[in-house]
């Protein structure tokens, strides 16, 4: 028989969980210092003149179970951080980071408390929301040649689905400094983000100087809820299409994401005759 599990450091008690976090902080900050990478700084409010690729989504649900006030305090954090986002140049051989740009949230920059997710669990945290802006990006970035160098997967089931499936509606994590996300232009030119809000919307651009040969989409295959034990999964395969634009062949298929992701809202919501039982050899998460 196998004992039980030893317990980490940072899990005997909220003491010891802040004291671990901290040192998490610290190590990305002293990794930072040292890295040969260098980070896009530069903002111009003048932008560059192709449109890569664009999105926006709703900043506020509502709903039952959904705490309105933290809807709201998501929208300012999402607007406080898009300030510092927006116009920013990544030229070639520079790398983004969310952290790097936005830097810490503290109530003093005028953050409030949001949803952030901490030990799988939907709870109010100072900066929390910035998931979604997070999300907003790392969706662009995955319809344009840029190279994602890091990225952190949770949960892709916070809230139901309105209209039609979204892949990542919900799925890049982000927390300050040690979770980041990250790409670099590997391309021959300027790349620009632009993000801003809007009538209770999130915008999002990616911009070059030129068009691309290539346009990309994603497709989602083999979708299910999954009941595992007393819990469901949303399961789920993601991949990307990279299409020549000049005669629309597919060059390559990528698996981006094999997804099973908990669900973390009322299960009364999901139609039962949408629910499966556990399937055989099911994978963990696995990100490409």
């Known amino acids: 028989m196998f004992g039980k599990r030893k317990r980490l450091f940072c899990e005997i008690n909220p003491t010891c969980y802040a004291i671990s976090l901290q040192k998490e902080i610290f190590k990305r900050h002293i990794q930072n210092f040292l890295s040969k990478e260098k980070f896009a700084k530069e903002i111009r409010s003048d932008a560059l003149s192709n449109v890569i690729t664009d999105y926006n989504c709703g900043l506020i ?3 039952p179970g959904i705490d309105p006030v933290l809807q ?10 898009c300030a510092k986002l927006n116009g920013l ?3 070639p051989g520079e790398v983004f980071s969310f952290w790097v740009t936005v830097g810490k949230t503290t109530k003093a920059k005028g953050y409030k408390d949001g949803r952030v997710i901490i ?4 709870i109010p945290g100072l900066g929390g929301g910035l998931c979604n ?3 907003t990006i790392h969706y662009m970035v995955l319809h344009s040649p840029l190279t994602v160098v890091e990225f952190h997967h949770h949960s892709d089931a916070l ?3 309105h209209g039609k499936r979204i892949p990542f509606s919900s799925g890049t994590s982000i927390s300050y400094n040690y979770i980041d996300y990250r790409f670099k232009n590997e391309t021959d030119q300027d790349v620009q983000l632009k993000v801003w809000c809007a009538d209770e919307r999130l915008y999002g651009e990616l911009r070059s100087e030129r068009e691309f040969p290539w346009r990309y989409e994603l497709v989602e295959e083999d979708h299910r809820f999954q009941r ?3 819990k469901i999964f949303r399961v789920s395969k993601i991949y990307r299409n990279v299409i020549e634009r000049a005669t629309g062949n597919i060059l390559r298929k990528e698996l981006i994401l094999n997804n099973h992701s908990e669900v973390m809202y009322d299960y ?3 139609p039962a005759e949408q629910i499966v039982e556990e399937l055989p050899n099911k994978g963990a998460v696995e990100v490409l």
């Open 61 to 63: 649900k509502r709903g």
């Open 72 to 81: 709201e305090n998501k929208a300012v954090n999402i607007e406080l951080a």
């Open 89 to 91: 140049i990544i030229h």
């Open 119 to 122: 030990k799988g669990k939907l």
């Open 133 to 135: 802006l997070g999300n």
């Open 159 to 161: 809230a139901p689905d």
């Open 228 to 230: 595992e034990g007393e």
């Open 268 to 270: 009364d919501l999901i």
